[in-house]
């Protein structure tokens, strides 16, 4: 099994609300991403999971708060998001670990489409 | 600043012809620089380049890094409608400690039949 799985794949709403994404993937990966990707830009890095421990948070806001509850699983909780936090959202996961990745490749998911209203 | 530059930004041609894709980077700490390949959603790994003057190739694809002079060449030859995506490089940066993948801007290719 060579996937990274994402749900959902569309998630639509209100700046009130409280909603998760979800990532999965069995491949024995002990690095796991998120990623955030507005339209026609590269994807930006947002957080990095190593060993279930939170290792980098390029200074998202902290309406965003993910989770890794074991090594299979990572999931971005989502509260108050504004309008401009719609984006496509790609989990990714990689063998190595942050503090040796530099010759490792990230195996990305579909993504998950967020629009906030 | 750690920054990955590609060129062109965007690029149309013919079924058939070939093309080439530019990466520049900064040297600090280099440790690989990779290629992705996005269509839709998410985005398809390519090549791992590490060494200086080695190419990688996959059928039509190719790639090579020169670290003299900090950039990496993806081309693709006999282009198809499926190639019709956008190309990503991208490399390993320090971040305290820690390594992050960082893209470049990407370069949107488009195959007319």
């Known amino acids: 099994d060579t996937e990274v799985t994402q749900t959902p794949k569309h998630l639509v709403m209100g700046m009130t609300n409280k909603k998760s994404l979800k990532c999965e993937q069995h491949m024995g990966h002990r690095a796991m991403y998120w990623y955030k990707q507005k339209a026609k830009k590269p994807p930006e890095l947002m957080f990095v999971y190593s060993y279930e421990k939170l290792s980098i948070n390029e200074s998202v806001p902290s309406r965003f708060s993910p989770e890794c509850p074991n090594s299979s699983l990572l999931n971005l909780h989502l509260h108050a998001l504004q309008p401009e936090d719609s984006a496509l959202y790609l989990c990714?996961?990689?063998?190595?670990?942050?503090?040796?990745?530099?010759?490792?490749?990230?195996?990305f998911g579909a993504g998950s489409r967020l629009t906030v209203l | 600043e750690d920054k990955v530059v590609q060129s062109p930004l965007s690029l149309v041609v013919h079924e058939g012809d070939t093309v080439t894709l530019n990466c520049s980077y900064e040297?600090?700490?280099?440790?690989?620089l990779l290629w992705y390949k996005q269509e839709k959603k998410a985005p398809t790994f390519l090549f791992m380049l590490t060494s200086s003057g080695i190419e990688k190739k996959s059928g039509r694809l190719s790639s090579i890094l020169d670290k003299k002079e900090l950039f990496s060449i993806l081309n693709i030859t006999a282009t198809q409608t499926g190639d019709s995506a956008v190309y990503l490089c991208a490399r390993w940066v320090s971040n305290f400690g820690n390594e992050k993948l960082t893209f470049g801007t990407g370069t949107r290719l488009t195959i007319i039949p």
């Open positions: 990714a996961s990689s063998q190595a670990t942050p503090q040796n990745s530099g010759a490792n490749v990230l195996t």
């Open positions: 040297v600090t700490n280099f440790r690989s």
